[in-house]
């Protein structure tokens, strides 16, 4: 059974910079199949849930629009964790951050729709003031 659990959340002012870690326990991220894939979402206040960034086994990524050249996914194989270094934040940054997985049974492309996910961790909190 795949468990996650993201950390890092906090308070920033605009501009500034966080690093969330997804902690991914139950499959090895090194494994040589190298079949999964690790995503980034999140829920700001009224808002529907939309995908941040994903990342792969081969390592290849996918970040939305909205975040691009500010938000990095990036794989941490030593502590089998998917981190999201976030830059130059902005107050609609501010949000409920999940991680979520889907691994095993193919060679995944990277995606960011929350239906392309199984697992699921509970969340962690960006609040960006101005």
């Known amino acids: 059974q795949v468990q996650l659990v993201e950390s890092g959340g906090g308070s920033v002012q605009a501009g500034g910079s966080l690093r969330l870690s997804c902690s991914v326990s139950?499959?090895?991220?090194?494994?040589?199949?190298?079949?999964?894939?690790v995503g980034w979402f999140r829920q700001g206040p009224g808002k529907a849930r939309e995908g941040v960034a994903a990342?792969?086994?081969?390592?290849?990524?996918i970040h939305a629009d909205s975040v691009k050249g500010r938000f990095t996914i990036s794989l941490d194989n030593a502590k089998n964790n998917v981190n999201l270094e976030m830059n130059k934040l902005k107050p609609e940054d501010t949000a409920t951050y999940y991680c979520?997985?889907?691994?095993?049974?193919?060679?995944?492309?990277?995606?960011?729709?929350?239906?392309?996910?199984?697992?699921w961790g509970q969340g962690t909190q960006v609040a960006v003031s101005s």
């Open positions: 990342i792969v086994g081969d390592g290849s990524t």
């Open positions: 139950g499959y090895p991220l090194d494994s040589p199949s190298k079949r999964f894939r």
């Open positions: 979520a997985a889907e691994v095993g049974q193919f060679t995944y492309v990277p995606a960011l729709p929350s239906s392309a996910y199984t697992y």
